[in-house]
């Protein structure tokens, strides 16, 4: 899987961290070249009431502001979920070059499994795409957050 199993490990550490805000686990790390993290982000939707707030546009942002620029063209994005079309997006802009995801979303995913915008030819950016990384712990860790939030509340 290209070594990047750690690196994903340390993600679904940081996505645990999103329950307790209420938020979907999921984390976003970005590395250097070198493999230096140098940004990490989860889910902060509820948390911050803002919409945007994706594990990897917190991620992103916080890479631009620490490396002063919005181009992080020599970085890693490892995320436990396949990204949405926003984060695609943002992915693009961001001239990220490679990205590494867990589980696949097959509802909102843009990496391949509802759309592919990362690799879109018609666009003058494309992404190398790492799919499945430890994909079981991160479709498990979703699955139990969503089992959770189904299950009726216990009579008092």
């Known amino acids: 899987m290209g070594g990047y199993e750690e690196l994903m490990s340390e993600a679904i550490t940081e996505a645990k961290l999103a329950i307790e805000t209420g938020d979907v686990p999921v984390a976003a790390i970005i590395v250097d070249a070198a493999g230096a993290t140098i940004a990490i982000g989860r ?3 509820q948390l911050t009431h803002d919409p945007t707030a994706h594990a990897e546009i917190v991620a992103i ?3 631009a502001e620490q490396a ?3 181009h992080l063209e020599n970085t890693t994005l490892v995320v436990t979920l396949e990204p949405c079309t926003m984060c695609a997006g943002a992915i693009l802009q961001a001239r990220i070059p490679r990205v590494v995801f867990g589980a696949w979303d097959e ?3 843009a990496v391949g499994s ?3 915008v990362l690799r879109d030819r018609r666009l003058p950016h494309r992404v190398e795409v790492i799919a499945g990384v430890l994909e079981t712990e991160c479709a498990a860790l979703l699955t139990g957050f969503f089992e ?3 299950r009726p509340p216990l009579d008092s």
């Open 43 to 45: 889910n902060e939707r």
């Open 61 to 63: 942002r916080k890479a």
């Open 68 to 70: 002063g620029t919005w």
């Open 107 to 109: 509802k909102a995913g």
């Open 114 to 116: 509802v759309h592919d």
């Open 148 to 150: 959770e939030r189904r």
